[in-house]
């Protein structure tokens, strides 16, 4: 008991800490450690619940990671209606709505009006009970919106505990949006793994939340900003100025470029002020929101059937600008996306000089009828990604060219591949300098082939140098030329030496998931391992063969067959094998009485395990012989049922699996353990 409780003392330490380094990071904008001592902290308490699962607590922030994939979403009845504002689309219609404050309050220039930066995100309702999160929901139609509680927790920036210690239940309305910067690269990676882009970061935050599957929604940057409080009387707060001061006092996240203007022309100056310096904003700001900050006099001004008469939102014009298109251009990606790229003349958008806009793949030139030397319409979609809008055709002199994708990678000149079901072209080619750098990396990676001292710099090195020219090549390096190598030096070239040889003996899923196979990560990587014995027999599966395995899609796998029909793919693997580099599965399995205890079983773990973590306890039954999955199917041999068992509960009674809870695994497996021992 001593133990538990002085865990429980310690864990509460922890989260005092890491929640005030959030406040600190998220509302204070002024973070006291570098981002490496938050995650030990929080790799702290994780260690410190997973062994003490009894002082884990609702509002831990080890609690963020999304949970059980959801059904769909349950409705919700807003506590009260969550509004739109009217907008304003230009300055004359913001002149009608001081003219109507004026004419309902009897004044017009000593009205005081709060001015706050629209957000472009999706509103969310958030409720706490206590002081602790307990309920999040989208707008929805105004009156019912849909339960996102558990995405929801998956924001960093939602504090799951205030910092105001408050009885009873506390409402607040806020906006879930997502930073450019985070936008960008995920439209990236959308792009590099064939899906298409967000249009802007309303569609990805809107998105990402919405998504069935919390840990899609966690993978995510969300961030978000509250701007209301639901019966701010309660708290002393009478008006929108007090009510933003309260909700960053509690812990809330609250978007500092707000201010207080007395009168009309006070607010015109804030938006124009704010018309150009919104651009260097590290997210996208489309407006300005309006609001009278006496709340006294939101009762006299009352509401529309829809909106409030005591704000509106003003928006600034898109803005859009004509070019030319010079060229096009094809980048290839990390995973060997080929991607076309308008080359523009030089136009101002959006406070930058734009001269190139993407153009995505072949299908969206062919659907805008792009052509090379077509005058355009451009903007930023989002305010932040140049895009063509359309084509004037009438501009069109015939010289026009028509753009067709290349058959052959531009960088290696290997043949490029349309996958089913997707829209980019590719080059499978893994030998590709474009890349090679890249995968070079994620070969040497913990999760691949483990080799220390590989890092970013000397594989630039090694490249610039021609030292390596593919994967294989890491096992042919000449000591004497990385001797001479900048600041390496004979030690360093030793140590990187010996962890190369150390890294030929690593288990096979290792080094499918180093191979780079597009799709394939650790944990599908290991699945395979475990069906087929090494690379030769991979090479021969077809692609029903390899999608026939639970948790491995047709797209994975049609991404698996493709690899290892690229003849400079199988060169490599040549070399690989040659160099020694353990190519088949170890089999070696703990002997029980009875052979393996759970050999040629699927199995599935659901629930909080108490005796040991899942993932010990999925690596006991890979030693006897079995294997896990994530999923229920009519192939799962054995559920085992931790407390608080999830929808594979349900699953596995209606697909007839057989159910166990832990205690009884635990003696399953306890004659096994102890003749380990």
């Given at each position: 008991?001593?133990?538990i409780e002085e865990a429980r003392k310690k864990a509460f330490r922890l989260r005092e800490e890491i929640s005030d380094h959030n406040y600190r990071y998220y509302v204070l904008d002024?973070?006291?450690?570098?981002?490496?001592?938050?995650?030990?902290?929080?790799?702290?308490?994780?260690?410190?619940?997973?062994?003490?699962?009894?002082?884990?607590?609702?509002?831990?922030?080890?609690?963020?990671?999304?949970?059980?994939?959801?059904?769909?979403?349950?409705?919700?009845?807003?506590?009260?209606?969550?509004?739109?504002?009217?907008?304003?689309?230009?300055?004359?219609?913001?002149?009608?709505?001081?003219?109507?404050?004026?004419?309902?309050?009897?004044?017009?220039?000593?009205?005081?009006?709060?001015?706050?930066?629209?957000?472009?995100?999706?509103?969310?309702?958030?409720?706490?009970?206590?002081?602790?999160?307990?309920?999040?929901?989208?707008?929805?139609?105004?009156?019912?919106?849909?339960?996102?509680?558990?995405?929801?927790?998956?924001?960093?920036?939602?504090?799951?505990?205030?910092?105001?210690?408050?009885?009873?239940?506390?409402?607040?309305?806020?906006?879930?949006?997502?930073?450019?910067?985070?936008?960008?690269?995920?439209?990236?990676?959308?792009?590099?793994?064939?899906?298409?882009?967000?249009?802007?970061?309303?569609?990805?935050?809107?998105?990402?939340?919405?998504?069935?599957?919390?840990?899609?929604?966690?993978?995510?940057?969300?961030?978000?900003?509250?701007?209301?409080?639901?019966?701010?009387?309660?708290?002393?707060?009478?008006?929108?100025?007090?009510?933003?001061?309260?909700?960053?006092?509690?812990?809330?996240?609250?978007?500092?470029?707000?201010?207080?203007?007395?009168?009309?022309?006070?607010?015109?100056?804030?938006?124009?002020?704010?018309?150009?310096?919104?651009?260097?904003?590290?997210?996208?700001?489309?407006?300005?929101?309006?609001?009278?900050?006496?709340?006294?006099?939101?009762?006299?001004?009352?509401?529309?059937?829809?909106?409030?008469?005591?704000?509106?939102?003003?928006?600034?014009?898109?803005?859009?600008?004509?070019?030319?298109?010079?060229?096009?251009?094809?980048?290839?990606?990390?995973?060997?996306?080929?991607?076309?790229?308008?080359?523009?003349?030089?136009?101002?958008?959006?406070?930058?000089?734009?001269?190139?806009?993407?153009?995505?793949?072949?299908?969206?030139?062919?659907?805008?009828?792009?052509?090379?030397?077509?005058?355009?319409?451009?903007?930023?979609?989002?305010?932040?990604?140049?895009?063509?809008?359309?084509?004037?055709?009438?501009?069109?002199?015939?010289?026009?060219?028509?753009?067709?994708?290349?058959?052959?990678?531009?960088?290696?000149?290997?043949?490029?591949?349309?996958?089913?079901?997707?829209?980019?072209?590719?080059?499978?080619?893994?030998?590709?300098?474009?890349?090679?750098?890249?995968?070079?990396?994620?070969?040497?990676?913990?999760?691949?082939?483990?080799?220390?001292?590989?890092?970013?710099?000397?594989?630039?090195?090694?490249?610039?140098?021609?030292?390596?020219?593919?994967?294989?090549?890491?096992?042919?390096?000449?000591?004497?030329?990385?001797?001479?190598?900048?600041?390496?030096?004979?030690?360093?070239?030793?140590?990187?030496?010996?962890?190369?040889?150390?890294?030929?003996?690593?288990?096979?899923?290792?080094?499918?998931?180093?191979?780079?196979?597009?799709?394939?990560?650790?944990?599908?990587?290991?699945?395979?391992?475990?069906?087929?014995?090494?690379?030769?027999?991979?090479?021969?599966?077809?692609?029903?063969?390899?999608?026939?395995?639970?948790?491995?899609?047709?797209?994975?796998?049609?991404?698996?067959?493709?690899?290892?029909?690229?003849?400079?793919?199988?060169?490599?693997?040549?070399?690989?094998?040659?160099?020694?580099?353990?190519?088949?599965?170890?089999?070696?399995?703990?002997?029980?009485?009875?052979?393996?205890?759970?050999?040629?079983?699927?199995?599935?773990?659901?629930?909080?395990?108490?005796?040991?973590?899942?993932?010990?306890?999925?690596?006991?039954v890979k030693g006897l012989g079995g294997r896990t999955s994530s999923s229920v199917s009519s192939r799962t041999s054995l559920l085992v049922a931790g407390d608080n068992p999830g929808?594979?509960?349900?699953?596995?009674?209606?697909?007839?699996?057989?159910?166990?809870?832990?205690?009884?695994?635990?003696?399953?497996?306890?004659?096994?353990?102890?003749?380990?021992?």
């Open positions: 008991m001593k133990g002024d973070p006291e450690i570098e981002d490496s001592e938050y995650d030990r902290l929080l790799k702290e308490l994780q260690r410190l619940e997973e062994k003490y699962p009894d002082i884990v607590t609702p509002d831990s922030p080890t609690r963020r990671v999304g949970g059980l994939p959801l059904d769909g979403f349950e409705k919700v009845k807003h506590a009260e209606p969550m509004l739109s504002l009217d907008n304003a689309l230009d300055l004359k219609e913001l002149e009608s709505f001081f003219s109507r404050v004026s004419r309902i309050l009897g004044s017009a220039d000593d009205i005081e009006y709060e001015c706050e930066l629209k957000i472009d995100g999706l509103a969310v309702s958030l409720t706490y009970g206590d002081s602790a999160f307990v309920l999040g929901a989208t707008r929805g139609n105004g009156r019912i919106g849909e339960d996102v509680t558990v995405n929801l927790r998956t924001v960093r920036s939602l504090p799951l505990k205030l910092r105001k210690s408050i009885e009873g239940s506390i409402v607040v309305r806020g906006e879930i949006y997502m930073k450019k910067e985070d936008f960008a690269s995920l439209n990236r990676k959308r792009e590099e793994e064939g899906e298409a882009p967000f249009a802007n970061p309303r569609n990805a935050a809107a998105g990402s939340l919405r998504q069935l599957d919390p840990s899609i929604t966690s993978s995510r940057p969300l961030a978000l900003f509250v701007y209301h409080l639901l019966n701010p009387d309660r708290y002393n707060c009478f008006t929108q100025d007090s009510i933003l001061s309260w909700l960053k006092e509690a812990g809330f996240p609250v978007q500092q470029q707000n201010r207080l203007c007395k009168g009309p022309d006070e607010v015109f100056g804030f938006i124009e002020e704010w018309r150009e310096n919104r651009h260097d904003l590290p997210y996208v700001t489309d407006g300005v929101v309006v609001k009278v900050n006496d709340r006294s006099l939101w009762d006299r001004l009352g509401f529309t059937a829809r909106s409030p008469r005591w704000a509106i939102a003003f928006k600034y014009p898109p803005e859009e600008k004509r070019s030319k298109v010079l060229d096009i251009m094809i980048s290839v990606g990390r995973t060997g996306t080929l991607t076309p790229t308008a080359i523009l003349e030089p136009v101002q958008l959006s406070g930058t000089v734009v001269k190139r806009a993407s153009l995505h793949n072949q299908d969206e030139i062919e659907r805008k009828d792009v052509r090379i030397g077509d005058t355009v319409r451009v903007r930023k979609a989002g305010e932040i990604i140049p895009e063509i809008i359309k084509v004037d055709r009438k501009s069109r002199s015939g010289k026009e060219r028509i753009f067709s994708m290349p058959k052959r990678c531009p960088e290696c000149g290997s043949e490029v591949v349309k996958l089913p079901g997707e829209v980019a072209v590719r080059c499978i080619n893994s030998s590709c300098p474009a890349q090679l750098r890249e995968g070079l990396i994620h070969f040497a990676s913990r999760q691949g082939m483990d080799i220390r001292g590989l890092g970013e710099k000397l594989v630039e090195k090694l490249i610039e140098t021609d030292m390596v020219e593919d994967l294989g090549d890491i096992f042919y390096l000449d000591r004497k030329r990385l001797v001479q190598m900048d600041r390496m030096g004979e030690k360093s070239a030793d140590n990187l030496l010996a962890s190369i040889e150390r890294s030929k003996d690593r288990p096979f899923e290792n080094l499918l998931t180093a191979l780079g196979i597009r799709m394939t990560g650790a944990k599908a990587a290991e699945t395979i391992a475990a069906t087929f014995p090494g690379i030769d027999e991979l090479k021969k599966a077809s692609v029903e063969e390899i999608s026939s395995l639970e948790g491995i899609g047709e797209k994975i796998a049609v991404s698996i067959h493709a690899f290892f029909r690229e003849e400079t793919n199988l060169k490599v693997l040549k070399k690989l094998a040659e160099a020694g580099v353990k190519m088949e599965a170890d089999r070696n399995e703990i002997a029980g009485p009875s052979g393996t205890l759970f050999d040629n079983m699927r199995v599935v773990f659901t629930g909080e395990m108490s005796a040991m973590t899942r993932q010990e306890a999925e690596e006991l929808s594979k509960y349900s699953k596995a009674e209606q697909e007839g699996v057989r159910i166990i809870d832990e205690g009884a695994f635990l003696e399953m497996v306890r004659p096994y353990v102890e003749q380990e021992k």
